[in-house]
């Protein structure tokens, strides 16, 4: 009988190898692209600080349009492989990057609307939450942002970089920003 149980289960075997095969295939695709994009991002940020903003908006535009590929090859890797935990950091670290990007270029409505999308995919990251409060304090809603912050700090208690947001932003509030 065991030697029944390893042809039943060899055939199953080998088909993990390769959705698993197809699932890295997709990741590394999606790191070549993020690669791209941040070799665009480096020419954004030479121009920005030459004061050539106008300038790195093309360049920006490929920076997330490369971004928007990689986070496809990354879905496609979990469709194919939905258990393989490297295409879901290498999603999720990809999607919040983006909108990290989007703060850092002060789009903020944009910010605000990526970090919203980021908390709904990702409701027990603590990091979503945080985006979400620094969004919001960018924007001047003061009571969302403690609320993120207040959520982020629900799910994982003393989180440094959510503690450090919560006191900046009651500083801000009580000195009148």
Do not use: C
Not at 109 to 114: D, G, I, Y
Not at 130 to 149: P, Q, S, T
Request: no cysteine; aromatic share 8%; net charge positive.
């Amino acid at each position: 009988m065991p030697v029944l149980a390893l042809v039943v289960f060899f055939p199953i075997t080998q088909l993990d190898l390769i959705d698993q095969n197809l699932g890295v295939r997709y990741v590394n695709m999606g790191v070549g692209y993020l690669t791209k994009s941040e070799g665009f991002w480096a020419g954004v940020d030479a121009l920005r600080k030459a004061g050539k903003t106008e300038e790195a908006a093309p360049l920006v535009a490929a920076s997330f349009e490369y971004r928007r590929l990689a986070e496809e090859q990354f879905a496609r890797a979990l469709v194919e492989s939905p258990n393989y935990p490297r295409a879901a950091r290498a999603l999720r670290r990809s999607i919040v990057t983006g909108a990290v990007l989007l703060e850092h270029l002060g789009r903020k409505q944009e910010f605000l609307k990526a970090a919203r999308q980021i908390q709904k995919r990702y409701p027990r990251f603590v990091g979503s939450y945080v985006l979400l409060g620094k969004a919001n304090a960018g924007l001047g809603n003061i009571e969302a942002a403690r609320g993120a912050f207040n959520q982020a700090l629900r799910i994982e208690p003393g989180h440094a970089e959510t503690v450090r947001e919560l006191a900046a932003l009651e500083a801000a509030a009580e000195n009148g920003r």
